[in-house]
């Protein structure tokens, strides 16, 4: 009798665990949490494509100092590094030598001036005893002969003075254009040559700078076709900066390289500030076509499939995820260019798409570039 309720005490629990087990399976499951992700609304917009090429920076004008005349450096006029303008001293030659010759070709220039002065006097006298017959013709010619010798060489040594003189002239060494002068290369108190191989100091114009790139020549021909190729190309630096100052494609004197078929394509940019330097590194990005509807997303919007196609996220109506194989094309601005795969308005995920699968639950918020 009393072993009854004990059995009846000890089944309870287990009854309650039962009832509470049922109660639950019963229960409706809890819907799935969204996913918050980025997004941004494909639009139609007006694109540029760019190709990008590497280049060099070369100066506008390059003058290589070099003397005219013999002799020794006795100074050096100017400050290494610094602005000069055309026509600026650099050097001063030993001048002495050059002044003297000039003073000879002076004094040689005078007595051959007197000798024809006084030639032509005779001449002069003798025309009209020769007319009346009081002199023999011959006596007169020989006067006419004399005056004309005198002048011959009064010119001549009026040319020696000169050349005299310019020679003076050279011994100022000055700038032949404006622009910075690097360093000297020579020092007072050296014998300099009109024939050194070595330039006393060399001038670069870099107000406005050349950019050389290379391309295939068979793409040289598409780009020299394209509308587009006449305007405005961006320089970015090696440090990743934009140059201020856009330039613009040169083609006159293109050259084909024999040994690896490449084209030099030369681009004119102003350099204010002079940010570009003579063999700088830079790219140039050359503008190719413009499309006026076109629909981009953010590189890091579109992701790879096993197989390597090409995929983007997209938030249906529903907020639900699906995934859309595209074509992309250009990278402008960091943006692709979607050929196909993509319509006008559609949601594509931009940051949180590696948290997501097909038809996942999402909460779309916006995306800004950061």
Known sequence: MIAAPILRRSLLPSLLLLVLTACTSDAPAAPPTAVEVLTTTVAPSSVTAT????????????????????????????????????????????????????????????????A??????????????????????????????????????AEEARAILRRRQLDLGFSRVVAPISGRIGEANVTQGALVTAGDANPLATIQQIDRVY???????????????????AGLVEIVTSSGQTHPVKGR????????????????????????????????????????????????????????????????????????????LVAPGAI????????SGLRRGDRVIVEGQDRVQPNTPVKPLPWHKS
């Not at 402008?332 to 050929?339: F, K, L, M, N």
């Open 51 to 114: 190709e990008e090429l590497p280049g060099r920076v070369v100066a506008w004008k390059v003058a290589e100092i070099r003397p005219q005349v013999t002799g020794i450096i006795q100074s050096q006029l100017f400050e290494q590094g610094a602005m000069v303008r055309a026509g600026t001293p650099l050097f001063q030659i030993n001048a002495a030598p050059y002044r003297a010759d000039a003073d000879t070709a002076r004094a040689i220039l005078a007595r051959a001036s007197a």
């Open 116 to 153: 024809y002065a006084q030639a032509k006097t005779q001449a002069e006298r003798l025309k009209p005893l020769a007319t009346a017959d009081a002199i023999s013709q011959q006596s007169y010619d020989d006067a006419v002969a004399a005056r004309n010798q005198a002048a011959a060489s």
């Open 332 to 339: 402008v601005d960091g943006r692709y260019v979607i050929e």
């Open 249 to 324: 494609v040169l083609f006159s004197g293109i050259t084909v390289d024999p040994g690896t078929g490449d084209v030099l394509v030369r681009v004119a940019v102003d350099n204010p500030g002079e940010q570009l330097l003579p063999g700088m590194y830079v790219r140039a990005r050359l503008p190719l076509a413009v499309m006026p509807a076109a629909l981009t997303v953010p590189q890091q919007a579109v992701t790879r499939d096993g197989e390597g196609r090409a995929q983007v996220s997209v938030v249906g109506r529903d907020n639900r995820v699906r995934v859309r």
């Open 211 to 229: 950019v050389d790139i290379r391309q295939p020549a068979e793409r040289y021909a598409g780009l020299r076709a394209s509308k587009q190729a």
